[in-house]
């Protein structure tokens, strides 16, 4: 019965795709895809945030500290089992993947993805895994759009612009924020777009953000009901909050990558590995209960400034009423996180670091300003450097500060903070930049050549395959022969320079028609003249393993038009500049978005 629903509804937007205008039926898609999107939000919400109720319902009840580290031993187990058995035996984590599949897989992102993020990252969070749900819903969204596109047999362009679409869905719907979800498909994805591409990109926005707001419960969404006022005499302590917030990012960046390649390199199968960090979790949140999935219902507890609840059924529980108790709490909580997430996703588990970046920001903005208000020396707004330091940590921890700014004013009304969101995303960015020049999806990426970055001229380069430009046929002498098989070899072709290879195809020297010019012209120069005695060595070579960028860089280094190609140690052939600068200009047309 769904299949024929389904098929029905294809039939239909074929109909349409016939019948509408190119542009046209990339704005209906858009809606689509948002839609989709949308969807997906609404599931993995709704899942997560009734778990959550149901722990805090059963430890109201029996009040077992521990029972809400059982729940994310069983998750991370349950997790490692759908992956083994049922998605294949493995999945792809983070919303890198995106950025790999647009460099360098064409935008075609992997059909299982539509479904498979909903499941793992919904069994991982929504049993109190420490990640959250962002970066599945973003790839998720993502998912949705190229595999739209690949279905109605979409260009490159379109796919790509698709991707966005469901990544900016995404992002609305779970947070409905619109403008934060188009700036953030913007600086994450699209580095590279034309203003008009705007327009498909907000009308998925738009449509995510609506449907979630239509279908889902107001409290599942993290919205803070707050009413700010800033205050320029507080401008010190938001700059401080920026410098703060920018050193806690690159801690954070650093912690979680060394926390997850020691889970990398454990030699033990996935259960193993899934329990060891399962239980290494659970005495984490035994600890410290906020760690317990998302985190959000702990943000809202502070911007509220009832920070004192997050120690009830806790081990300190009767230090409640002891402020610099709950501060030292709260702080050691935040430090934690980190490693919390990192144990989470390591081990096993999947989900993402936007939630758990909005967590560590909360708690950062929260320990300032209540630390400064216990001193006396002022009295500062700890609802507003709790919302204001959330975009510190987002803006630092995935460069993307024009997104940090709108979510937050988005998620809690809070334009009148936009002069200190402004102030402390920008500095909590410039300082991660100045110590991580790429955001933490991004870093291992952008080392291998692997994602578009804002260097336009390094995305399309990093596009181009080598080896389709290489040409192989070229004509090779060997340094035994004499100059007369040369001299024959030009009078019968248009080369102008011949590689000189050995009889295991390695490369001893090249030989250029300009630098024999003159022996060619004397018989007995030619007849007595070996190839090894007039050979030179290149000035540089090519390697089938070098990206585009390096090629391009002894291209214009060594001021040559055609260099050598050696590929597993032996002569491959040759590369002209020629070629490849036709390639790049093709390539920039194929993939500009406009």
Known sequence: MFKRYISKLESIIELLQSILTEKQFIFLSSV???????????VLKSFAHWVFKFATYVNGILKLSFINSILPIAGLILTVFVIKRLLGGSIEKGTSQILYSVAKKASIIPRKQMYAQIVTSSLTVGL????????????????FGSNYAQNYKLSYKDRTLLIGCGVAAGIAAAFNAPIAGVLFAIEFLL???????FTPIMIAAATGALVSVIALNEEI???IKHQPEFNYHNIPFYVLLGIITGFVSVFFTRNFQKTEHFFAHLRMNAYKKALLGASLLAVLIFVFPTLFGEGYESIRTLANNDASELLENTLFSSFRNNNWIVLLFVAATMMIKVFATAITLGSGGNGGNFAPSLFMGSYVGYVLSKAINLTGLTHLPIGNFTMVGMAGILSGLFHAPLTAIFLIAEITSGYSLMLPLMIVASISYAISKRFEKHSMDVKELAKKGHAFTNNKDHNVLSTLDIESLIQTDCLTVAPEDSLVKLVDLISHSNQTVFAVINKERELE???????????IF???????TLIKDIMKQPPSIIYTIDSMEVVMNKFEKCKRT?????????YYGYLYKSVALEAYRSKLKSMTIE
């Open 32 to 42: 689509l895809v948002g839609i989709s999107s949308a969807f997906a939000v609404i």
């Open 128 to 143: 109190g895994g420490s990640a959250g749900l962002e970066s599945p819903i973003v790839v998720t969204g993502a998912a």
């Open 191 to 197: 580095v590279d777009v034309s203003i008009s591409a």
């Open 221 to 223: 969404l993290l919205n």
């Open 509 to 519: 020297g090249v030989v250029h028609f300009n630098d024999i010019r003159e022996i």
């Open 522 to 528: 004397n018989p007995y120069r030619v007849k007595y």
């Open 562 to 570: 055609h260099l050598p190609v050696i590929k597993n140690g032996k």
